[in-house]
């Protein structure tokens, strides 16, 4: 038996996992041994499974990504299933689905409100749980308020609780320390502040988005519709807000778009648009005979040089708009989240303008969060898009539109990879 989706089927043992280096699909056809527990271990994002008639189809957690037939197998992405039956019936009794979305919303403000409180770097610094009114006095905030809060954080599994003496005693999960906490390597703070105070307000206005068709900052921001980065970079505070949002997407997903194809022979690489230089620095890690060069808006990389640069850094910036600026010359330039920002024309602009530069073996890589060609999913690329939408003037795209893109202005050579995480990668030659 083997994968139908991939290019070069290979074949693997029943009842066995086997990676399928492809596309990272797994293959079982005897679905009742498997566990939960081997699908939680297992590291790929996709899973193929062979469902044997009679057998009770998989059903995914109700905030998990849903699962999509590919003839006799079942493509799902996501780490845990559950088996159940008559899901359907179960939530016409009772929509327990329905009421976890409308919920949504509420999980992510107490996340928001918890890291702008500053409750998780409290936590880490603490070495040991604390009370809610040890909390409550060191952020400044409500004993009651903060109570409640913490109670919540436990009931989504993102703090942990113990009762010492009949005192409610918290403390951080590991998974907390490292994501959460401000001070940790890994840190996704800013990125969860940008989400709070910059996206939140604007998906206020999702409905005016959707019956209008363009993004919402004149009405949440009262600046124009037609100048996306004037809104995103409206004061010094909020570009660094932004800034910080780069620089925390590419410390967790950087060094796996950077290694989605082998850039070894690339020497002189560009980064257009490469803000922080986050995205830049993990090129430079995985290939350091390489010159790693960002090239932004004259005020991004001041601001870059000030608030994000490091001891000994490998990477080199230089100011300018790519388009309306000539850009440095290359073997490789980097898009890394630019080209979902504008409508096609633009995007074929720009490529054409890159294509223009490249020799011959020069090229693109090209690192965004890609549809399904059916557009059924990705979950989290469809609220993406959605998000472009409320505050571009662009769009997420499956790859074939990419690959159209590419063709249209000349490249030729395109290779496509997917990673399983946040962003996948296209590797565009000349």
Known sequence: MHCRRCVKPKRVSPNAFSKITDHGCILADSLPNISQQQLHHTPPTFWLFYLKPKLTVLHLHPLKPTFTRLGSFWLLSGRSAVMAEHMSQSELDYPFKLLEYFNGFRVSKVIFSACELGVFDLLLRSQEPLSAQHVAQELGTSLDGMERLLDALVGIEILEVE?????????????????????????????????????????????????????????????????????????????????????????????????????????????LGGCTGALAREMAKAYPSSTVTVFDLQQVVEVAQKHFSQENDAIVFQSGDFFTCEIPTADLYVLARIIHDWPEEKCLTLLKKIYDMCAPGGGVLLVEAMLFENRRGPIMTQLFSLNMLVQTKGRERPPSEYTHMFNKTGFKNIQVCRTGKSYDAILAIR
């Open 163 to 271: 009762k010492t003496d009949g005192t409610a005693l918290y403390s951080s999960t590991d998974v907390a320390n490292l994501y959460l906490a401000k001070g940790s390597a890994k840190s996704l703070h800013d990125m969860i502040v940008y989400q709070s105070q910059t996206i939140y307000p604007l998906w206020n206005n999702l409905v005016d988005a959707v019956r209008e068709g363009k993004n919402q900052n004149e009405k949440t921001f009262g600046l124009p519709a037609e100048e996306v980065f004037q809104a995103i970079y409206r004061s010094e505070e909020d570009m660094l807000k932004f800034m910080g949002l780069m620089n925390s997407s590419w410390v967790l997903d950087g060094h796996d778009v950077v290694t989605a194809f082998n850039l070894s022979g690339f020497q002189n690489v560009v980064d």
